[in-house]
Every structure is written in structure tokens, then in C-alpha cells.
């Protein structure tokens, strides 16, 4: 598993950092990078499938002759960009997650960075196009960003870079900023003009007005974050699911969650189900079971709402939706590739305590050629003017069908 962090909007989410790597002697961080070099490719199921070793241990011999002037940021920089260079979405390292964040957050599409969370007296700038980050174009920032992430395809891509876009070492490391304030500029219908961030450990984000009404899919974002819930909507006799991550909560298992579910539905003559996987980054792709068996006794039209945050067991469980039920897939293309590298395990560095995760097996849903995604059966982009609006163009398609 491996799960997008900043899947937007939110609706009132708050972004918490995690502890840091100690610093480390020229001599510690030299054992942990060369103890990275020989472990990864060993255990992987197979490390050079898109990075060459050549390429792969070129990095190595850069990152180790940086010493010692290279700063403790700067090596967990140049980690985190070597080992996303293989090109696996399911391996990684935890490098650069431990610090503050700026309050903003963005989202990819085709003409630039959009913002499409902020601090709560800054929703005003919902929708507005980034311009530059201090003296860099929003394009130069975009683009020495995007080595930060593993490009399992364009839709990975666009999943993996606004979770590095808000993170000040990342941008310290980039020399973008200093680490501290920022002027962030951004233009929407009309002039230029510059918001002037501090990052912080803490930060509450936005993607609406405080008491704005939002789309179903962030509508519960605000509470305690659920990995799966649902609502029946009357106006369509239609049960709607949002299925964030596939695991069990303690709370209710999932299979116990499906029961319930599906007793409302009944109990109110549903015609049509709607599991919404926009935001489900993974986890054991048996948990979906319950409800593939529920919905497969039910004759009803069924949907799944998928996007580029559609990753590792959520791509799976899409899979199974259409394979098994003949559902309709609506939304963006995944970030996946239908034939990739998963079943991830883990280790850490010895001095660092960097934990790098790797693929320990290969799955192919499609022989005889290698896709670099799946679209879904119909295709509908979010825009950036749907994020101030509330709208969820996916949903109102849904519905209207």
C-alpha cells in the first residue's frame, strides 16, 4: 500500500508532521546510504525495471561524494529523488515528511498548479493559479518537484507532486525558499497578487468557506477521518460509498459496515450503488470482498468513482467492480499501471532510521502489452473552478444516469 497524502480537497483537515532523522555524522549518513545501495536492489523484486543499475549506482557514488558538505536536508533529498527514480509508486522512502508544512495546498491540471486548499481566512484564493513560490515559476517549481516522486504514470504523477508542494524542507532543499516565510503568488480573475505563508507543524486546511456546503465526497472530511462510510441519497434511490482505504476499523469491520449498508438500501428500494475510490491509496485487497458478494446478489447499477488517486488495492478493488459486477467506471485515469510492482515490505536505515519500503511481487491485469494506465469507462476531469464552487461533476454525472 502506499497512500496518496494529500488527496483534495479536504474539508477541514488538519496536516500533522512526523519526527525527523536524527543528524548524522559524514560518516553515519555514508553507512546508511551505502547500506541502502546494497539492500534495495536485493530485496526488490525487480529494482532496474525502468532505472538502469548503471544510473541507479551513478546516484549512489553523487549522493556519497557530497560528503561531507552536504547538509542533513540535502541527503534526504537526494535519497528521496534516487529512490523514486526507479519508477515504482510502492517504493519509497520516508525521507523529508518530518517538518512544517505551509498552509496551502494544490492540485495538477493541465494549464498549471491550482490551489485548492488554504488556511481558513484564506479561502478567498480557492481555485487561483499558482504564478511563482518567492523568484521561481510555478513551471521550474513544478518541475524539480516532480523528481520527488516515482511517475508510475502521468496520473501518479499528478497524484504524487502536491504532497511535496507545501512541505518547507522540500522547498528549502530546492532552494526555493529559505525554510521560513514564503510569498506564495497566485492570480485569480484578475491581477496578480502574493499571500505571505509561514510554514508550522500544525495546519488546518480548507477546501471551502467555514459552513460552506461541499460536495458529498469531501462532506465528512471535517470529522474524524473514516476509512469507509456511506449515505443513502432519496432523490435517486441511490446508496453512496466511500471507501478511503482497504483495511478494517476497529470500530466496525468492514464486513459488518457492508451489512449494515445494505440493509438501508434494501429497506429503501435502491436502484443504483455507488462506491467512491477517488481517495483510496490502498491496503489488503481481500477487505473489498463483503461488498462484491453483497452488491453481486443485488440487481442494480452499479458505479465506481475512481481518479489518480486510485492506487495499489483501491486500482484492485475498481478492478474487481468492473470484472465482477460489470460496473461502470467514471472519474479520471488511475495512478497505477495495470501491470506494476507491489506487496510491499520494509526496512531501515541503520543509523537514520529512514524506513525504505520496496515491491516484493509482480502483478499483470493485462497480457500481450503494458499499459502505463487504465481509463476509466467514462471520463470526467475535475476543474479548477469546481473546487471553489463545490461541485463534483463526477457525482452530478452519476446521478444524472
Request: charged share 25%.
Amino acid at each position: 500500500m502506499l497512500s496518496r497524502t494529500l488527496f483534495l480537497g479536504y474539508a477541514a483537515a488538519w496536516l500533522v508532521a512526523p519526527g525527523a532523522a536524527e543528524a548524522l555524522t559524514p560518516e553515519q549518513w555514508r553507512e546508511d546510504i551505502q547500506f541502502l545501495a546494497h539492500e534495495l536492489p536485493r530485496l526488490h523484486k525487480n529494482a532496474f525495471f525502468k532505472t538502469s543499475r548503471t544510473d541507479f549506482e551513478a546516484g549512489v557514488r553523487k549522493i556519497v561524494g557530497s560528503l561531507p558538505a552536504a547538509s542533513d536536508l540535502q541527503i534526504q533529498s537526494a535519497l528521496v529523488k534516487l529512490v523514486a527514480s526507479l519508477g515504482d509508486g510502492h517504493t519509497g522512502i520516508n525521507a523529508l515528511r518530518g517538518g512544517p508544512v505551509y498552509p496551502i495546498a494544490f492540485r495538477v491540471f493541465p494549464d498549471g498548479l491550482y490551489v485548492v486548499g488554504t488556511a481558513p481566512d484564506q479561502t478567498d484564493s480557492l481555485g487561483a493559479r499558482l504564478i511563482a513560490i518567492n523568484q521561481t515559476p510555478a513551471a521550474e517549481v513544478r518541475a524539480r518537484l516532480q523528481a520527488y516522486g516515482s511517475r508510475e504514470n502521468e496520473a501518479s504523477a499528478m497524484a504524487e507532486l502536491p504532497g511535496w508542494m507545501n512541505v518547507a524542507d522540500v522547498l528549502k532543499a530546492e532552494e526555493i525558499t529559505d525554510g521560513g516565510p514564503a510569498e506564495f503568488r497566485l492570480q485569480r480573475q484578475g491581477p496578480l497578487y502574493s499571500l505571505k505563508l509561514t510554514p508550522a507543524e500544525r495546519v488546518r486546511l480548507l477546501i471551502a468557506a467555514e459552513g460552506a456546503k461541499r460536495p458529498l465526497y469531501l462532506s465528512r472530511r471535517g470529522e474524524a477521518y473514516k476509512d469507509y462510510w456511506y449515505e443513502y441519497l432519496p432523490e435517486g434511490k441511490t446508496l453512496y460509498i466511500q471507501y478511503n482505504a482497504c483495511r478494517n476499523m476497529k470500530e466496525q469491520p468492514f464486513s459488518a459496515f457492508v451489512a449494515e449498508a445494505m440493509g438501508v438500501a434494501d429497506g429503501n428500494g435502491a436502484r443504483k450503488f455507488v462506491v467512491d475510490l477517488r481517495a483510496n491509496g490502498g491496503g489488503d485487497s481481500r477487505v473489498v470482498g463483503p461488498l462484491i458478494g453483497a452488491l453481486k446478489q443485488r440487481r442494480a447499477a452499479v458505479y465506481g468513482l475512481v481518479g489518480r488517486n486510485t492506487f495499489s488495492s483501491g486500482f484492485w478493488a475498481a478492478q474487481d467492480l468492473k470484472r465482477k459486477l460489470g460496473a461502470v467506471l467514471v472519474g479520471e485515469a488511475m495512478g497505477q499501471k495495470p501491470n506494476s510492482y507491489g506487496e510491499v515490505r520494509r526496512f531501515k536505515l541503520p543509523h537514520s532510521g529512514l524506513v525504505v519500503r520496496y515491491s516484493t511481487q509482480y502483478w499483470r491485469l493485462v497480457k500481450g502489452s503494458d499499459p502505463a494506465q487504465v481509463e476509466p469507462d467514462v471520463r470526467i476531469d475535475l476543474q479548477p473552478a469546481d473546487f471553489p464552487a463545490s461541485r463534483d461533476p463526477v457525482m452530478e454525472y452519476v446521478l444524472a444516469h
